[in-house]
């Protein structure tokens, strides 16, 4: 009789809240119908009626015009209810009902804090990552914008009016936004790891790099920066990893690990490298890596380090020699003349250099076929600066035999007609220019000084 009286009461009070549900709905009130429902459900919940919980919550998001505000903060609800019930058919009962309830209505994940979202979709990638899945990896990692990690967590956050989604606080045991960023790009790195993309980690290296609570501790940075060095030698050549290069020479740090700075510094220096030299004094700081930070370099680095070396001293060659036969190329490179080959036209397939061989006559000729068009304006270009400098010279030529006259002739030393004679010279030296250039525009009467007669009192 207890039993049936309370489930009478129950139910009565239920529909009571129910009447006001509907009037706070109808009006558009949200505080109001967000605060029925989930009275509604407190009730039940007390009372410990899990089927008639189960049934208020598919009712009450059926309900005409139901706000969504009014759903969302019912089924944060009953999400606190799932710890509390009594067996395990009844606990899968209540997250069915919520499933069905919530799919494709509740943006549940919008509400999450972003270091909760941030952190929720690394979790993600690094299952992915151990799972060996890294097509899904890459695709999850890319919901996550670097830029994010760059924001200002100082601002004050603007308090949310009433009927927007209110963004929960994140739980304490979320890693903060400069802990999620070092965990982002060690998971990159993971991921860019499976392919060598080298370039691609020595940037995840240097994001890392930058962290504050990483650039303020020795022992933290100084694993970071001997890895960016490596991977930096070990990226192929390009306007990226040039500019990475330089800025990195530019680091106060790296005087602090003054084998690394010598490193890069070859690197930029146009001069062939010996790689035998190179490798016997580096070998063992190679080696060393796998005991640091982040590990061995991989298991391609030490071949494609000797590869990058022998790329280096190709570009080297280029700048210096126009033409060079293949066997002077391999002993320069300190290869046989088939390597020396191969590895020349794998750069030129990559577009890193631009070279022919001509392969009868054994020489390499690295400069650029030049068309009809390239090479007239080249010649303007060189006959333009040649008049330029034939003006220059006749002007200051002209200046000095002026000056020099007009001394002597204020010492007395020089007849009054001399400057007459003078005039008639440059007369004729204009002639004789014209006569040089006569299919020419450039020269005119205006480029080459004129004198007129004059006499001195």
């Known amino acids: 009789m207890e039993n049936q009286e309370g489930k009478a009461n129950l139910e009565s009070a239920i529909e009571q809240l129910q009447n006001v549900e509907k009037q706070m709905r109808l009006a558009s009130d949200v505080a109001g119908t967000k605060k029925a429902v989930t009275d509604i459900l407190q009730l039940c919940f007390e009372a410990k009626d899990w089927k008639m919980l189960n049934d208020q919550i598919v009712l009450l998001s059926k309900k005409r015009g139901q706000l969504k505000q009014a759903v969302t903060v019912m089924v944060q609800q009953a999400m606190q209810y799932i710890d509390e019930t009594p067996d395990l058919e009844t606990r899968i009962e209540l997250i069915k009902t919520l499933n069905t309830v919530s799919a494709g209505k509740v943006e549940t994940f919008g509400a ?130 040039s500019s990475l290069l330089n ?52 298991d391609k680095a030490a071949e494609d380090l ?13 700048k210096y020699y126009s033409r060079i036969t293949v066997k002077r190329l391999a002993e320069l490179l300190c290869l046989s003349i088939q390597e020396a080959e191969k590895h020349l036209s794998d750069m030129v397939v990559s577009k890193a250099l631009v070279a022919k061989i001509d392969r009868p006559m054994g020489i390499v000729c690295f400069q650029v076929a030049k068309d009809c068009n390239d090479i007239l304006n ?19 030529i002209h200046k000095e035999t002026m000056v020099g006259l007009l001394e002597l002739s204020l010492c007395g030393l020089v007849k009054k007609n001399s400057i007459q004679i003078f005039a008639g010279y440059v007369d004729e030296r204009h002639a004789f220019a014209q006569k040089l250039f006569p299919l020419t525009e450039i020269v005119n009467s205006d480029m080459l000084p004129r004198t007129e007669s004059v006499s001195l009192s």
């Open 378 to 396: 080249s010649w303007s270009m060189n006959l333009e600066k040649l008049l330029d400098l034939v003006e220059k010279s006749c002007h200051q």
């Open 306 to 318: 000797k590869q990058r070396i022998i790329e280096h001293n190709i570009l080297v060659v280029s």
């Open 112 to 241: 999450m804090a972003k270091t909760e979202k941030i952190a929720f979709i690394l979790e993600q990638v690094r299952l992915c990552l151990d799972r060996q899945d890294y097509v899904r990896a890459q695709i999850l990692s890319r919901k996550i914008s670097p830029r994010v990690f760059d924001a200002d967590t100082s601002k004050e956050k603007k308090k949310p009016k009433e009927g927007d989604n209110v963004v929960e606080e994140a739980p304490a045991d979320i890693p903060s936004l400069l802990e999620l960023k070092r965990i982002y790009y060690e998971l990159m790195i993971r991921y860019y790891s499976h392919n060598n993309d080298y370039l691609e980690i020595c940037r995840c290296y240097k994001a890392i790099y930058e962290i504050p609570s990483v650039k303020e501790n020795p022992a933290q940075w100084i694993p970071v920066l001997r890895k960016i060095c490596w991977y930096l030698v070990l990226s192929p050549h390009d306007p990226m990893q």
């Open 247 to 298: 800025s990195t020479l530019e680091d106060k740090h790296l005087s602090e690990i003054p084998k690394f700075k010598v490193l890069l510094k070859q690197l930029v220096t146009m001069e062939v490298i010996q790689w035998t030299s190179l490798w016997n004094t580096y070998n063992d700081e190679f080696d060393t890596e796998k005991d640091l930070l982040g590990g061995s370099l991989g």
